[in-house]
């Protein structure tokens, strides 16, 4: 694969969760293809090994649900057989739900009389799922896994959003579970710190993937009002490729680069947070 530049990873360890996804598997492949072993964590077992096939003898991949701790000390016990112990950690499980959304952008009082889903109308559970698929995986699996890096050093990657800046419509339960990312990621990276273990996270902007492609565009494939109005407050005019998002990865994975960098949550956005409309 093309790489923005490469780092040696050699020495490392790698575990990343939602490594069935199009994002954390070019993650997973990026950071191989600088030297790493990488445990392609994901509930999704098929889709996991898909990736570390096409990866090669550097990858495994491991069914975890990242909601059962017992699974995740599973994960971490085959990583340890394989490949030895974990130093770097990407916490890339998450996600949204249609339970936790809500079909308008603001509230009116003539919305109570109709059908659909207003914001008194969201799902109790869709709520908490979304949630635990965000805030409870991360929280789970950095207790297991970062238990290998207190004595030796390490690195945490977490992968937060532009939903943790500006609070997007629609999509309450996910921006709030998004900003408890940054804010756990902060939370970490001084708690850690003792222990020579950097905490930073990625915060995308807006990438046009299977989770949100309906929201983004018609079943006959023209961009949906709302894809309008994301590339209108996005300066640079374009969704992100998975690409783009390979410079931040490297350049926190790479101890040389980014030693003296912990608890940050780097935007790539095409300037999308800095833009204020006007």
């Known amino acids: 694969m093309k790489l923005p530049f490469k780092i040696d990873l050699s020495?490392?360890?790698v575990a990343i969760t939602g490594a069935g996804g199009v994002l954390m598997s070019e993650f997973a492949r990026a950071l191989a293809a600088c030297g790493a072993k990488v445990a392609l964590l994901d509930i999704n077992e098929e889709a996991a090994k898909k990736y570390a096939a096409e990866i090669g003898e550097n990858a495994i991949a491991i069914k975890t649900n990242c909601?059962?701790?017992a699974s995740i000390q599973q994960a971490?016990?085959?990583?340890?057989?394989k490949f030895g112990k974990v130093n770097m950690l990407i916490?890339?499980?998450g996600g949204n739900s249609p339970k936790a959304t809500t079909d308008n952008e603001t509230m009116n009082k003539e919305m109570l009389e109709n059908e659909g889903k207003d914001f008194f109308s969201i799902?109790?559970?869709g709520l908490k799922f979304v949630f635990d698929l965000n805030i409870t995986s991360a929280f789970l699996v950095t207790q297991v896994f970062a238990k290998d890096m207190v004595e030796t050093g390490g690195n945490i990657i977490n992968i937060s959003s532009m939903n943790a800046f500006r609070p997007l419509t629609k999509i309450p339960a996910y921006s709030a579970a998004k900003a408890g990312i940054s804010n756990f990621t902060e939370w970490l990276a001084v708690h850690f710190a003792p222990c020579g273990i950097r905490c930073n996270a990625i915060a995308p902007g807006f990438f046009s993937t299977k989770q949100n492609a309906a929201l983004l565009f018609n079943p006959d494939g023209t961009p949906t009002a709302r894809t309008g109005k994301i590339l209108n407050g996005t300066p640079l005019k374009r969704f992100g490729e998975t690409y783009d998002l390979l410079g931040a990865l490297l350049f926190l994975a790479s101890d040389e680069a980014s030693g003296f960098v912990t608890g940050v949550v780097l935007p790539v956005d095409g300037g999308f947070n800095a833009y204020s409309g006007v």
């Open 11 to 13: 020495e490392k360890v």
């Open 67 to 69: 909601l059962d701790k």
């Open 76 to 81: 971490l016990e085959i990583v340890h057989e």
């Open 91 to 93: 916490n890339g499980a």
């Open 123 to 125: 799902d109790e559970a």
